[in-house]
């Protein structure tokens, strides 16, 4: 393939037809090839020097590796100009609107091109921007004391979350990537963006409001945490901690205390209610409901309205890996960050069809969303959340399929699901079909009143969390699965040690990659201390002799987490995102700024090769 043929113009009929659901599965394939070219078994032994914890460098990397800042909190997006970046400067809304939002976290990278889309050196980045640092935002303005808020610092506010979409290109097999600027395709999407809502929930009683009577548009996406790309070339964003923005009523209801809103307004630290009513839970209480959503985003199309997936259900969303059954239907599995909380999975009722976006744009409406049980003995079941079913009846508080999706997490408590330590991402093996939950930690497991260990979460209490698996037969539909555990945190598993961890990729090889979000030092068991200064992203080679090896790949600067891991299809250019780092990075002496990175391998190899 020569260079010239590699950068040829994208092709919106190639992107949304053979782009989509074609290529992913060639991508798929391709993998698996490579896969069994590298050695007996699912993949490739990793062939890099590990990363001592110790090293004194702000973001380090294995020898013959390069990481370089691609994307940073207040960096255009390329839609428009703005004023560049200054650290003594604040942006205006407007401005902040058309700049890199704060804290990246969730990514997936869209391949562009016609043949490109099988090397990954051209595409979009479509990235989430969590949640707002409010004295970084507005540079510490003397204003903030005691919770209070200038309309300005909302609109600034709200403009910082949500979802960028960018173009980046690299102009060689081991060049820098840069931003595309200006770009068509750019696009930043905040918490003032119009949605849509589809699916069983779609204008039910509990989601209309004064400002939207029939229940179906809805202002913004925030608290945006893990994503993840669907076979037809969309990019689902979750919606998370969604509780921190609202002002509750004085008396909280069991769905409300259920979700952790606090009376008196605590908990409420973006105080957005002061000059947006609607998060004002005391004037408008549906509006609570109407987050806690996965989104589904087409990134090939600046003008398409972002649609709320109300069949996947609602919950403390963190992570959507969607792959295809057996029969061609899309299947989505999602973890509940949050202690004692729920795994789940969605099967649509349809097959995905070629076409991209507009031949697939109602597949997540109809369907069957499912909750987790981890029994003994490394076996697992699905237990579908069907409104009639289980005891979800009007009897019992459930009055129709849109009431079971809005109250999510009472319906999987009643049909007696699994209660996990924390699960946050979800990743497919595109070679194995395996599918992998990180479950952060739960400090809480086995105190009194509270869950005591079982099987799939065998410690209690549990620092400093755990991988899970499970294998569904060949078939990602299958009712029952079996299920094990991959790793432990806290130096339990051969190779380098770990905590808390947090985001989940699976190369196109089907290497695991694990970033880690944990404080830095934890009791790794009764009476031993764990030393991980800085978090961490390692590879996990689940074939190895002996079991599952993990290997630190790359040390990341104080006071970060690493979050947002994504590998271009070619296997050669690694994204991940730096999210809160302390003072200094990624310019010495600057305002900190979350920011998305790029690595390379310098001779141009395989990541982890």
Known sequence: ??????????????????????????????????????????????????????????????????????????????????????????????????????????????????????????????????????????????????????????????????????????????????????????????????????GPAAGHALLRTAADPEGRRILGTFA??????????????????????????????????????????????ARWHLHDERFDLRRHPNEFHRFGWVVEIDPHDPTMTPVKRTALGRAVHEGAATGVSKDGRAVVFMGEDARFEYIYRFVSRDRVRPGGFAANRDLLDHGTLSVARFDAQGRGRWLALTHGQGGLTPENGFADQGEVVIRTREASDRLGGTKMDRPEWTAISPVTGEVFVSLTNNAQRGKPGLPGADAANPRAPNPTGHILRWRHGGDLAAETFQWDIVALGGGETAGDAFSGPDGLTVDPFGRLWVATDAAPMLEAAPGERLWLPRNQLLACDPVAPGGPQMRRFLVAPPGCEVTGPVITPDGRTLFLNIQHPDPGWPAPGGRPRSATVVVTKDDGGVIGG
């Not at 113009?9 to 798929?28: C, F, H, N, Q």
């Not at 060049?175 to 395709?185: E, G, L």
């Not at 979750?238 to 209801?253: H, K, V």
Request: net charge neutral.
């Open 1 to 198: 393939m020569t260079e010239a043929d590699d950068l040829l113009p994208a092709d919106p009929a190639r992107r949304r037809g053979l782009g989509a659901t074609a290529a992913w599965m060639m991508l798929a394939s391709l993998g698996a090839g490579r896969a069994q070219a590298g050695r007996t078994g699912t993949t490739p032994a990793l062939a890099f020097t590990p990363v001592p914890m110790t090293v004194e460098a702000p973001l380090a990397v294995p020898p013959g590796y390069t990481a370089r800042v691609l994307y940073a909190w207040g960096d255009a997006t390329g839609q428009a100009a703005v004023p560049p970046w200054r650290s003594d400067a604040v942006p205006t809304p407007a401005e902040q609107t058309l700049q890199a939002g704060m804290h990246h976290d969730g990514m997936a990278f869209f391949p562009l091109g016609g043949r490109g889309v099988l090397n990954g050196r051209h595409g979009l980045l479509a990235l989430n921007h969590e949640y707002t640092d409010e004295r970084l935002l507005h540079r510490d303005d003397a204003s903030l004391a005691g919770g209070a808020r200038t309309p300005e610092q909302v609109a600034r506010s709200q403009a910082a979350h949500g979802v960028s979409v960018i173009e980046v290109r690299s102009e060689g097999a081991a060049a820098a990537w840069s931003v595309v600027r200006p770009s068509r395709q750019a696009r930043r999407i905040t918490a003032r963006t119009p949605m849509s809502v589809s």
């Open 224 to 269: 945006n945490c893990a994503a993840n790309a669907t076979p037809w070339g969309t990019y689902l964003t979750c919606e998370e901690n969604i509780q921190g923005y609202f002002e509750p009523p004085a008396e909280l209801d069991a769905s409300q205390r259920r979700w952790g809103l606090q009376a008196g307004g605590r908990g409420n630290w």
